[in-house]
C-alpha cells in the first residue's frame, strides 16, 4: 500500500485532456513540493514536472501540475499516443524521512 | 552529458549479499544528494535510500534499515549500496538516481541493474 494514492489506471483519446490525481497527507504532500514521473514502456523514469508545478526543459507544456492542500493532480491536454505511460507522484515524508510515491497511474491513449 | 551507470546486479541466494554501484559523470558528484530506488517486477517505484553530499546523513526505507547501507565515493563519483541479509522481495530493478539542487526532484536516472534474490 503506497504513501501517496493514484487511480490504477486511466485513459483518453488524442487530442483529449486526462488528469491524474495524488492525494497524500499533511507530512508530505500538505508540507513539501509534489514531484511527478513518466515511465515509458521499459525505460528508467523521467522527471516531469517539480515543485508542484515546474516544468524541467524540454518538457512540453502540454504537461502541468498542481497542488491543494494534500492532494495534487496532473494535467495533460492535447493528448497523443506517445504519452502512453505510467506516472508517479513522490514528495518527502516528514515524518517518515523518506521520499514516498503514488502506487502509479497508467494511462492508456486509445 | 550527464550520466549514471549502475552495475553489480544479479542473482544471489535468499540472505546472501551484494553490492551495487553507481558511476556518475558530467556533473560535479559531490555536489548532490544521490539516491537509490528500486522497482520491483511489474510493480511500482520505491525509494530506497539516499545520503547527503558529505556523507554526514543518510536516510532509509524502514523495509530495509540495518540491511542496506548507502555510500559514496566524492573522490572516484561512485554512489554505493550494500545490500545484506537479501529476501525474495529485494528482487528489483534498483535505480541511481541524482536529487536536483534547490529541491528540483529526482532529475537524472540511471537505466538500472536488476537484483534477483532466489529461495
Known amino acids: 500500500q503506497s504513501v501517496l494514492t493514484q487511480p490504477p489506471s486511466t485513459s483518453g483519446t488524442p487530442g483529449q485532456r486526462v488528469t491524474i490525481s495524488c492525494s497524500g497527507s499533511?507530512?508530505?504532500?500538505?508540507?513539501?513540493?509534489v514531484y511527478w514521473y513518466q515511465q515509458l514502456p521499459g525505460t528508467a523514469p523521467k522527471l516531469l514536472i517539480y515543485?508542484?508545478?515546474q516544468r524541467p526543459s524540454g518538457v512540453p507544456d502540454r504537461f502541468s501540475g498542481s497542488k491543494s492542500g494534500t492532494s495534487a493532480s496532473l494535467a495533460i491536454s492535447g493528448l497523443r499516443s506517445e504519452d502512453e505511460a505510467d506516472y508517479y507522484c513522490a514528495a518527502w515524508d516528514d515524518g517518515l524521512k523518506n521520499w514516498v510515491f503514488g502506487g502509479g497511474t497508467k494511462l492508456t491513449v486509445l | 552529458e550527464v550520466q549514471l551507470v549502475e552495475s553489480g546486479g544479479g542473482l544471489v541466494q535468499r540472505g546472501g549479499s551484494l553490492r551495487l554501484s553507481c558511476a556518475a559523470s558530467g556533473f560535479t558528484f559531490s555536489s548532490y544528494w544521490m539516491s537509490w530506488v528500486r522497482q520491483a517486477p511489474g510493480k511500482g517505484l520505491e525509494w530506497v535510500a539516499n545520503i547527503k553530499q558529505d556523507e554526514s546523513e543518510e536516510h532509509y526505507v524502514d523495509s530495509v534499515k540495518g540491511r542496506f547501507t548507502i555510500s559514496r565515493d566524492n573522490a572516484k563519483n561512485l554512489l554505493y549500496l550494500q545490500m545484506n541479509s537479501l529476501r525474495a522481495e529485494d528482487t528489483a530493478v534498483y535505480y541511481c538516481?541524482?536529487?536536483?539542487?534547490?529541491?528540483?526532484?529526482?532529475?537524472?536516472w540511471g537505466q538500472g541493474t536488476t537484483v534477483t534474490v532466489s529461495s
Open positions: 499533511s507530512s508530505n504532500i500538505g508540507s513539501n513540493y
Open positions: 538516481v541524482r536529487e536536483g539542487r534547490l529541491r528540483a526532484g529526482m532529475d537524472v
Open positions: 515543485k508542484n508545478n
